[in-house]
């Protein structure tokens, strides 16, 4: 009851901006779902897996292995680089990149409305403000002295509750941006890292076994080139 009569003390603007309120906790579920739940996995082990198989030369099971997991970004990624698995390393190279644009924004999806929801709701709290202000030199300047005092009254808890409601809706909106922002970058940061070292794995699985003549092989060939010395 109490939050009726608050709200309607508020008027237009107050319910306008607990709209803006009720979009921003549903974007944040909605985000939170997403970059905590349905895209999380343990990236080191299954980093750890997809190196083994593609050391074993079994890029077929760790295609299947990224496929099972489709719906994480970070396995589709790998996907999508292990497809180009046997071309060049210009080819390779060229898949990471393909696919960093390709899933990275679905880390970003959307998370930005929430910034500017918030950023919204504060300046619909001023907007209150200024109306209920103007509210309040209206009664004083027109009013009927009778009634000046209630208008004046009413001017100002429209301006007060505004205010009070757009940083009640603009303050925790702002935490949960910086939280799942945070989230966001951190799972960025992993697949960039994770995908590099993927395109690492794959441009030197076929390097050869390096012996003392690939090491050093100026210092081999002079060794072959010098006759042996004679002792007297």
């Excluded at 109490?2 to 008027?11: D, I, L, P, R």
């Excluded at 906790?25 to 970059?35: D, G, S, T």
């Excluded at 030369?57 to 680089?81: R, Y």
Aim: net charge neutral; hydrophobic share 50%.
């Amino acid at each position: 009851m109490a939050f009726f009569k608050f709200m309607n003390e508020s008027g237009f603007i107050g319910w306008s901006i607990l709209m803006v309120g009720f979009g921003s906790l549903l974007l944040v579920f909605e985000r939170a779902l997403k970059l905590y739940k349905a895209y999380g996995m343990n990236s080191e082990e299954f980093m750890s897996k997809i190196q083994q198989l593609i050391l074993d030369k079994k890029i077929d099971e760790a295609l299947l292995t990224c496929a099972q997991l489709d719906s994480k970004p970070l396995a589709g990624a790998f996907k999508k680089i292990l497809e180009k698995a046997d071309r060049d390393d210009d080819t390779i190279f060229q898949a990471q990149d393909i696919a960093l644009a390709e899933f990275i924004p679905l880390y970003t999806k959307r998370l930005h409305y929430l910034s500017m929801l918030a950023n919204v709701a504060t300046l619909m709290g001023l907007l209150g403000t200024i109306h209920g202000l103007i509210l309040s030199f209206q009664a004083v300047a027109q009013a009927d002295p009778t009634q000046k005092q209630a208008l004046l009254a009413q001017g100002i808890s429209v301006s007060m509750y505004t205010t009070a409601l757009g940083l009640a809706v603009a303050i925790p909106a702002m935490v949960f941006f910086s939280i799942l922002t945070s989230r966001q970058n951190q799972l960025m940061e992993e697949m960039i890292e994770k995908s590099g070292k993927l395109v690492d794995i794959l441009t030197s699985a076929y390097i050869p076994s390096l012996t003392r003549k690939n090491v050093f092989p100026d210092q081999t060939n002079s060794l072959a080139k010098t006759p042996p010395a004679v002792h007297g």
